[in-house]
């Protein structure tokens, strides 16, 4: 009961610092609580003891004595968030409130090596948290390129990444780094971390999904990450849109991810080129970026090929509509940059399907967050974390005051 106090005080103060004005009183958060001002006054002494609370200057007095703002110590901790891609790994290093500090990136068959991306992550974390600052570390979030079911602890998809099969990637990076680890897949950090940071912020039920190399959305229904039964919510990547399509590495065919993922666009360029002598497109350098570049710049085989892209991600999200009804759509991953090209025809297909004209109108907006937006919701995670069991930043913080 106590602990869910804290958390509920906390969590208030972070989000006054990240949307709000900075200016939250004893009394302001009795209020918004609903818990008794006593109760409040001895957490907050609490926290300003642990060093996570400090008090600002007095607010504009509204009769008796002025209040005084509360203010969260953003660097009082530092969190670590990782983003394991299918072909690269991305660290960031941020405050406690996800103020970015430091960040590193490399590219890397993820997908292969298990035990090379393994060394990947810990050698970028020694780079963007050098020693000296590892006491400071509250924790270590992990973003994975694959379901994770419940029933199978620690353990990725084998279906979906088979060369992993057995690797505890959180076990291994703890007994490499020495920190708490807290792992999640890739979409789900997605939307978590447009819901503290990005487009979703204050919203409750909204989607995201990631269109890259692999496609996958992560889902927040009634304010929380909604993962399903198994972990397996939010494969939208593993949808069918053209059962007759091509075959996709999960083993079924016409899946999402077989139309528009990045290898599923490169291919189906390589096969056009003959047919297309107009384009800039060249066999040795077909990527999604030259891909995006090519079609912004009006280029008669990558235009099309990115338009009908957005049209099969169209239909997609209208099926997700349909059943969900999430009151914004926000995209994110390599894709998403093609900007207009993909979501011209996007909005088409949404039009067509969608049943109401309400769904037809739910607003589809770019992530803003950037290339650096699944290692920041993996360091969210940690701070999701510490506000859900948050004794473990108290008791954290004693034990640093006493060393
Ligand atoms: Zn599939």
Redesign the pocket.
């Known amino acids: 009961m106590r602990s869910h106090n804290v958390g509920l005080v906390l969590r208030q103060l972070v989000r006054d610092a990240l949307v709000g004005d900075g200016e939250l009183s004893r009394a302001d958060l009795a209020r918004v609580t609903g818990l008794a001002r006593s109760t409040v006054s001895t957490i907050v002494s609490e926290l300003i003891e642990a060093a996570l609370v400090s008090e600002g200057p007095a607010t504009a007095s509204r009769g008796g004595r002025p209040p005084i703002a509360l203010r969260v110590e953003r660097d009082r901790y530092h969190i670590i968030g990782v983003e394991l891609g299918a072909s690269h790994v991305t660290v960031v290093r941020t405050d406690l409130l996800g103020g970015l500090l430091g960040q590193a990136s490399a590219d890397h068959p993820v997908q292969s090596d298990p035990e090379g991306s393994i060394r990947l992550v810990a050698q970028l974390v020694e780079a963007v948290c050098p020693a000296p600052l590892q006491g400071r570390v509250l924790g270590l979030g992990l973003a994975v390129p694959s379901p994770l079911d419940p029933a199978r602890p620690g353990l990725l998809s084998d279906r979906i990444l088979s060369a992993w099969a057995g690797v505890q990637p959180g076990e291994r990076l703890h007994a490499l780094l020495n920190m708490p680890i807290f792992m999640e897949n890739d979409a789900n950090l997605g939307v978590l971390a447009e819901s503290w940071w990005g487009a979703g912020v204050g919203l409750d039920d909204f989607a995201y999904i990631k269109v890259a190399t692999g496609v996958g959305a992560g889902l927040f229904i009634n304010g929380a990450i909604y993962r399903g039964a198994s972990g397996l919510a939010g494969e939208i ?2 949808t069918a849109i053209d059962p007759a399509g091509p075959r ?5 065919n016409g ?1 999402l ?2 139309m528009i993922g990045s290898g599923a666009l490169a291919e189906r360029a390589r096969q056009s080129l003959a047919s297309h002598p107009g384009t800039r497109l060249r066999a040795a350098a077909l990527d999604l970026p030259s891909l995006i570049a090519a079609a912004h710049d009006g280029d008669p085989l990558a235009g099309p090929l990115i338009g009908r892209a957005g049209f099969d991600l169209g239909v997609a999200i209208a099926n997700l509509l349909n059943l969900l009804n999430p009151g914004v759509v926000v995209l994110g991953g390599t894709l998403a940059s093609a900007g207009e090209a993909l979501l011209g025809p996007l909005r088409l297909a949404m039009a067509d399907r969608s049943l109401f004209t309400s769904l037809a109108s739910t607003a589809v907006l770019l992530s803003p967050l950037g290339d650096e937006a699944i290692a920041l919701g993996a360091a969210g995670l940690v701070l999701q974390q510490a506000l859900d069991a948050p004794e473990r930043l108290l008791f954290a913080a004693q034990a640093t005051a006493a060393r």
């Open positions: 990547g593993h996709c590495r999960c083993g079924l899946c991810e077989a």
